[in-house]
């Protein structure tokens, strides 16, 4: 039987943005398994974001889509399309550059043997930027919230340590460099309050932390 594969992809004026990437994880998703589906947010954009994801949702039969009246920030967003999603395994993008279909198989090939994998790109061993996760929904709940922070999404993979992997993928060879935290997933507002750390939670290197968990290095 195969596994089903939900991708959350909140937008706020990003109208750009989502003409790229979401056609791009259209292609991408269904290479991996035929049950898989996007769930794309709009968070109160103000351009023609809106207008951009009701015509790819019309275009496209796995998309679901849910549009916010008011901005109400990147955590409610996810959320709200988490909410709407039905596939056992999560996937989360966190920049505007699409994951290449190689690095979605090797996410996807991780997956089946631990229920959290992170791709990264960089060197896993000094100063790695987390591009996406690929959880199994039962991940979901401490992870959400810490999506904005890399020192707090780090002390939560901890917690998730010895199953979790990491997973090197390639910078698109048209850029070799990793963008800043795509400004279109999140509301102008700034980043988003984070409810405190557990008072058990060890303050840790986020870089230090990530260099422990598992890498899968699935190098051709």
Known sequence: MSRSLSAL?????????????????????SDLTPEWEIVLVDDGSSD????????????????????HAQPRGMYLAYCTALALSRGEFVFIPLHHRPVS???????????????????????????????????????????????????????VLARFEPHVATVPLRADAQSSDVPERAKGYATSDGPEPLPPPPKSAVPRSAMAIFSRLKQFALDE
């Open 48 to 67: 023609a974001t809106p207008d951009v994801l009701c015509d790819l949702a019309q275009a496209y039969p796995q998309i679901k889509l849910a549009l």
């Open 101 to 155: 279909l190689d690095g979605l198989h090797r996410l996807w090939s991780a997956s089946a043997r631990v229920p959290v994998v992170v791709g990264l790109y960089g060197d896993p061993s000094s100063k790695p930027h987390v591009e996406c996760v690929l959880l199994h929904r039962s991940a979901t709940s401490p992870i959400l919230p810490a999506l904005s922070s890399p020192e707090r999404l780090a002390q």
């Open 9 to 29: 992809m909140p937008f706020c004026n990003a109208q750009h943005v989502a003409l790229r990437v979401v056609p791009a994880y259209v292609d991408g998703l």
